[in-house]
């Protein structure tokens, strides 16, 4: 019988996995089955009194470190890949140090490293198991091991289910993983007649490289389920082939022809499209020494510890701010959908509807004005939007909105955006500073219902001892104005706000000029913070005013100013085909005088002359001469 040796073990770490209990790892070299050692290990264990547990297997949790002074800002999960060992995937080629123990702790001294395993070993298995289900029991594991270890991110109070985890979730590094497909039609084969057949079949590309439906449904939830969080994302491709597995002497070796399991596309296409920006780094490795880093010194490895640095550094504040908005986005009530309908009112968005949307080739100048591109770039700003009746600043605003709302929605931006138009001749709240405070209120708590609890609690309140809203109470002015402050206050600290108000001076001069006061005591008074705060609001001139809004430095528009080649545009496309076309142009943008709304007029006019058979140019030039006063004064009105 040959001698049996058990060295000393090296490498050792220690970890606690609850109040009573903690977990260790250790390397030994001996020449017995590691099954026999374990054995070994728990008798010996026993014998002396102690009831410790041993494996080898590594399924499940395993904390490899806790952060310096058992204080962690940030976890590292590692999950190895199909018929992986969830330690020795990670562990070095030429000696006992495994990185994620040995190197990390030392790189980034506040995190702590957690290894999950699970069992997919490919021959002999008796499982039936599918990824989703892997990946659930995954899920519970994490969940239920940081809530036993109070291992919560920045000491958030609530930590029960994925969505709590989805929020703690910062940055997902991707080692070769074969999101289209593992490129080893060799594993179906090895597999054939197994329970696990299945599930290998539904990781192994056709050879077409065509991932399999299963694939493209979970990669299709992947996106769903992440949608919005703005994860950091970095995959790692290999670029040497691997050998593959293939049978010999009854054994299963790595001994088959080099391939290249997982292809740049697979490698990439992680299903999150444009939601994220994701970093691709090619490594000289195959795909198993894509994660077996030598020493602490080798490129492969300064370069992933550095990535992971740098991802620390925003993770904290990130990880805070989702918690925090989670907080103002909280579940609806009863009692908050009533609140929110006390503070709706019917024609509440019936003017936004109603504006003109900018002519196709117009307003376009506006990205590239100097004062508009001065707010758009500063963090807290005031833009007002000025000129003469029917110039065509409501157009303007609501092109400035639609164009920021499309360019936030493209890069899935959370920035808040408001807005109200006001109209003189409608409704008594669609022009009076209560309609406009009720409107921002109920787009903020339609979103954000956790920002102002206050409000809430102010109307069961009322509700309760003064009777039902519209009858024997009405909400204030001056109320909802602190409310609205409050409310801003709030969000700021989660997200950026950007508010646009039209027609401002159909709330009245006096009103006007007291929300105008009202726009810069709230850029003002509200605390600064990482989020920017911004306002846009149109108004017609007035003369005071503008003197006293440009002198303090405030950024202005004159859209007559600046809407000359948006006329003729519009005049253009309008009177493409009419016969004096090129003879009336010029003098319609001419009488026009920046005021859009009479172009508009003119060529309805122009249109219906020729669509009655007027041929005669002389006389089309005479009735709009004489109806240009009538034209005028349908402007003003």
Not at 383 to 394: A, Q, V, Y
Not at 544 to 565: K, M, P, S, Y
């Amino acid at each position: 019988m040959p001698h049996e040796t058990i060295k000393r073990p090296r490498c050792v770490s220690l970890v606690r996995m609850g109040e009573d209990s903690a977990c260790g790892t250790a390397t030994f070299y001996t020449s017995i089955s590691v099954d026999q050692l374990a054995q070994r290990l728990q008798d010996a264990s026993r014998n002396r009194g102690h009831y410790y547990k041993f494996d080898s297997k590594f399924h499940g949790i395993t904390p490899l470190y806790e952060g310096y002074g058992n204080q962690a800002d940030v976890d590292f999960i590692a999950i190895t890949g199909l018929a992986g060992h969830a330690f020795g995937s990670w562990k070095s080629p030429t000696s006992d140090d495994m990185w994620l123990r040995d190197y990390i702790p030392r790189d980034i001294p506040k995190c702590r490293t957690i290894l999950y395993g699970y069992d997919t070993q490919l021959l002999t298995s008796q499982s039936k198991q599918s990824i989703g289900d892997i990946g659930a029991r995954f899920m519970e594991s994490i969940i239920a091991f940081r809530t036993r270890t109070q291992a919560l991110l920045c000491a958030h109070k609530k930590f029960g289910d994925t969505s709590d985890l989805n929020k703690a979730c910062h940055a997902l590094l991707f080692f070769g993983t074969p999101h289209r497909g593992l490129r080893y039609p060799q594993l179906s084969t090895i597999v054939r007649g197994q329970p696990n057949k299945a599930f290998i079949d539904s990781l192994v590309v056709d050879e077409h490289s065509e991932p399999s439906a299963y694939l493209k449904r979970i990669s299709d939830e992947f996106a769903r389920s992440f949608k919005g969080y703005g994860y950091v994302v970095v995959n790692f491709l290999e670029l040497k082939l691997t050998p593959t597995l293939q049978f010999e002497n009854e054994k299963l070796l790595k001994t088959g022809e080099p391939s290249l399991l997982v292809n740049e596309e697979s490698a990439i296409a992680i299903g999150l499209g444009a939601a994220v920006e994701a970093d691709n780094i090619s490594f000289d490795a195959d795909h198993t020494g894509l994660v077996k880093f030598e020493h602490r010194d080798c490129e492969e490895y300064v370069i992933v510890s550095e990535k992971l640095i740098r991802i620390v550094s925003h993770s904290k504040k990130v990880v805070d701010e989702r918690f925090q908005r989670g907080g103002l986005i909280q579940a609806t009530s009863k009692s908050t959908d009533e609140c929110l309908r006390s503070l709706a009112f019917q024609e509440m968005d019936k003017r936004y509807g109603f504006i003109n949307t900018a002519y196709k080739g117009t307003c376009l100048w506006l990205d590239g004005h100097p004062e508009f591109q001065k707010w758009w770039s500063h963090p807290r700003a005031l833009l007002w939007i000025n000129g003469k009746p029917g110039s065509g600043k409501s157009t303007l605003l609501k092109y400035a909105l639609e164009r920021i709302q499309t360019v936030l929605q493209a890069s899935e931006n959370n920035d808040l955006i408001l807005s109200f138009f006001c109209h003189a001749r409608g409704a008594e709240l669609q022009k009076i500073p209560l309609g406009l405070y009720r409107s921002l209120l109920h787009q903020i708590l339609s979103k954000y219902p956790g920002s102002i609890p206050d409000l809430f609690t102010e109307f069961v309140e009322r509700q309760r001892t003064r009777g039902s809203v519209g009858i024997d109470w009405k909400w204030r002015e001056d109320e909802l104005k602190t409310y609205l402050e409050r409310s801003l206050s709030a969000i700021l600290e989660v997200t950026s706000v950007i508010l646009f108000v039209d027609a401002l001076d159909e709330f009245g001069r006096d009103n006007a000029v007291r929300l105008i006061d009202t726009f810069e005591t709230l850029l003002d008074l509200i605390p600064e913070s990482d989020y920017d705060f911004r306002i846009c609001f149109s108004c017609r001139h007035f003369p005071n005013l503008r003197r006293d809004f440009e002198g303090n430095g405030a950024l202005a528009i004159n859209v007559e100013h600046e809407n000359t080649a948006d006329i003729e545009t519009y005049l253009s496309g309008k009177l493409r085909k009419s016969s004096y076309r090129d003879t009336m142009i010029p003098q319609l943008l001419e009488r026009s005088s920046g005021v859009f709304l009479w172009a508009y007029l003119a060529t309805e006019q122009i249109s219906q002359l020729e669509f009655d058979g007027e041929q005669s140019l002389c006389f089309i030039k005479h009735l709009l001469i004489s109806k240009t006063y009538k034209l005028n004064e349908n402007v003003k009105s």
